[in-house]
């Protein structure tokens, strides 16, 4: 296995934990002795015996850490942990179903009307369901149909194919750096409402397929599928940047540790290593790149390459061949997509703002939030200070005062940086905790953790302020 | 020796990082920066009483009874908040501040708002050097009418006071300290204290 991977992976799975752990714990501190309680207790049972299977490999996870070669074994020992993590947290999450709805947080609400303007309206919402594992968007009616809300018995939790109504309020409400899946999902709601890119679709299989009538049906509805997936990504792209693929890539690598094969093709969303791939080609057009996330792309694709090699001969052209025709699809549909956003007069993000994020990283970095940035440098505000005089005039003065205005951020910056940040840092963060003695391994992981959150959280609500 | 405003700003942009004065987001700097002082705005959220499932504080009987006993109000962006006559609730700066550890800092209600009867601390003013976060205000309203707050408001002032020395162990590193890099209303944590 690529070393970094499983470094990587091993992180995430530990931020996976200590989140699951701090949404637990706060409903049992806000909530003490609610009939909740056993089922919250329980988990959290669950939760401290991977903490102690995580301590247990604690010195193996440090040497893997700081790079150091594992012997087969102790390979072996850290894959297995991998695996029980997330086959057990996966359960754990669909169990939160049970539990009381959190609200969402405003700051959301305040992200999507940043990002989409006048097409987002909170009074004609679809309904987006997410988790740290999964995201989909259901217009109201559909998700009654499937939440099947006035059936009597319980859902099996392992048959549920779709994520649970806000359950992002409840998993990922404190995280900002998770918000950018509603950007895609929301692209979806906006995709349906104006009906952009099923005729793209049909227009592309009429054109270029042209199928025998037989099959013309389920060939355009493949399309269909696909086109709205894509737009829905483009979408996020437009708005958010290159770091709009993120929160897909981290869920990709999430799900993927509990399985060595390549995920298949469900016939609706391109395989994530495509995606990753056009966004980059129209990142790059457009001066800008997914390699300030490095380590999330790398392992993504060395997490691809590694499980592609063990497939057969066909299945690897087959997947080839469909990798083809999705990218085929993309470039054939792009422009008129972007155009179509245009017209929308939304927000685009662009190079310009991914300078500003990279510049509020280095902010965050130092710990301070970045809802906004320094409107002059200090080598201005020092050069202009040398030049006042002796008794300069008050005029003079409020000049020079006024050199220190900071600029509000955008939301979206606040997100690209969140994730530059998180990208540059990831590795370190968790080499330092694990560098701690045992007992302190996870009260520091959690302590950065939250501290992220609070950082990002408390930048939106600084920009919530100024452009409410 | 407290610090004038041409002095504030040179160490808002001091090239030595353990220097530098932060406040962020300073938004209106021309506004906010007086002879003597930078105005801070109020942050979205409040913390609240709720007395009813407690008969007392005892914080070192219950210790948890002084953290639940304020439930989190957050008000977003142009909404008001009405703080009532003799209501006491916490909130917090919108800005994000850094104390260096040379200096230390006090927050102070603003003359225009202590006026209409806003005190922006029941008590605790004093910011240690070294302290990074939002400060925590203590509002109480002693006047006779609702007070209207919104948030982004410059309600109080920060003043900066030089030491004679750096302290030997400033509050950011002090593993007593309660507060350091709070970013909202914070709870009191008395029942940390050993005494």
């Not at chain 1, 009654?144 to 006035?150: C, E, G, K, M």
């Not at chain 1, 319980?154 to 998993?171: R, Y």
């Not at chain 1, 990798?323 to 310009?352: H, T, W």
């Not at chain 1, 006024?402 to 990831?426: C, D, T």
Request: hydrophobic share 40%; with cysteine; net charge negative.
């Amino acid at each position: 296995m690529h070393p970094n991977k499983l470094q990587f992976l091993l992180s995430s799975s530990a931020e996976n934990l200590i989140r699951l752990v701090v949404v637990l714990e706060r409903r049992r501190s806000t909530s003490p002795g609610s009939e909740y309680d056993p089922i919250i207790q329980a988990m959290l049972r669950y939760c401290d015996e991977y903490k102690q299977a995580y301590l247990q490999h604690s010195k193996t996870i440090n040497r893997l850490l700081a790079g150091d070669a594992l012997s087969g074994p102790e390979e072996m020992g850290i894959k297995v942990l991998l695996r029980n993590c997330i086959n057990t947290f996966v359960v754990l999450h669909e169990l939160l179903l049970f539990l009381p709805r959190e609200s969402i947080r405003k700051e959301m609400h305040f992200f999507l009307r940043s990002l989409f303007g006048e097409a987002y309206d909170p009074k004609d919402l679809s309904v987006i369901l997410t988790s740290i594992y999964n995201a989909f968007e259901y217009s109201l009616d559909s998700a009654i149909t499937l939440l099947d809300v006035f059936v009597t018995k319980i859902p099996d939790p392992k048959q549920l194919q779709f994520g649970h109504v806000m359950e992002l309020a409840i998993v990922d409400r404190d995280n900002p750096l998770s918000w950018g899946i509603l950007a895609h999902e929301f692209g979806h709601y906006i995709d349906q409402k104006q009906n952009i890119s099923a005729p793209l679709a049909t227009d592309f299989v009429k054109k270029k397929i042209n199928p025998p009538a037989t099959a013309a049906s389920n060939i355009e509805k493949l399309f269909k599928n696909l086109a709205s997936e894509i737009f829905a990504d483009i979408t996020a792209y437009y708005l958010l940047g290159p770091v709009s693929l993120l929160p897909v890539v981290n869920m990709e690598l999430n799900l993927g540790m509990a399985t060595d094969m390549p995920p298949s093709f469900d016939s609706v969303h391109p395989f994530t290593t495509t995606r990753a791939t056009f966004i980059n080609d129209v990142a790059i057009n457009e001066g800008m790149s997914l390699d300030l996330f490095g380590p999330f792309i790398e392992t993504l694709r060395a997490d691809d390459q590694e499980k592609l090699a063990k497939l057969d001969k066909p299945a690897t052209e087959q997947r080839l061949q469909i990798d083809a025709y999705i990218r085929f699809f993309v470039n054939d549909i792009m422009d008129q997509i972007l155009r179509s956003l245009g017209q929308l007069k939304l927000v685009r993000f662009d190079k310009f703002n991914l300078s500003i994020a990279n510049q509020l990283k280095d902010r965050l970095l130092a710990k301070i939030p970045i809802g906004s940035r320094p409107a002059h440098s200090i080598d201005e505000v020092s050069a202009s200070i040398a030049g006042l005089s002796l008794n300069p005039s008050v005029d003079d003065a409020r000049r020079v005062f006024s050199l220190l205005r900071e600029e509000p951020a955008l939301v979206s910056e606040v997100i690209a940086a969140g994730w530059i940040a998180k990208s540059q840092n990831k590795l370190r963060f968790f080499r330092e905790a694990f560098g701690q003695k045992e007992e302190k391994i996870f009260p520091y992981l959690q302590a950065g953790i939250e501290d992220e959150d609070r950082l990002l959280m408390k930048s939106v609500e600084m920009i919530s302020v100024t452009r409410d | 020796m407290i610090l004038q405003d041409i002095e504030i700003v040179k160490r808002m942009i001091d090239p030595d990082e353990n220097k530098r004065i932060v406040v962020t987001p300073l938004w209106d700097p021309v506004k906010q920066i007086g002879p003597s002082s930078v105005d801070v705005r109020l942050g979205v959220g409040f913390k609240i009483p709720v007395t009813s499932y407690f008969h007392s504080i005892d914080p070192y009987n219950e210790p948890s009874v002084a953290e639940r006993y304020m439930s989190l109000l957050e008000v977003p962006g142009l909404e008001g908040f009405y703080l009532h006559p003799g209501e006491f609730v916490l909130a917090s700066t919108l800005e994000y501040i850094r104390v260096p550890h040379d200096l230390s800092c006090r927050i102070e209600g603003r003359s225009s708002w202590g006026r209409l009867g806003l005190l922006v601390h029941a008590t605790a003013g004093f910011i240690d050097p070294g302290y990074a976060g939002n400060v925590t205000f203590e509002l109480y309203n002693a006047g006779r009418l609702p007070m209207a707050l919104k948030p982004g408001l410059r309600i109080a002032q920060l003043c900066f006071i030089k030491l004679a020395g750096e302290p030997l162990v400033p509050y950011d590193l002090r593993p007593e300290s309660k507060y350091n890099r709070v970013l909202s209303a914070e709870s009191s944590r008395i029942w940390r204290d050993k005494q």
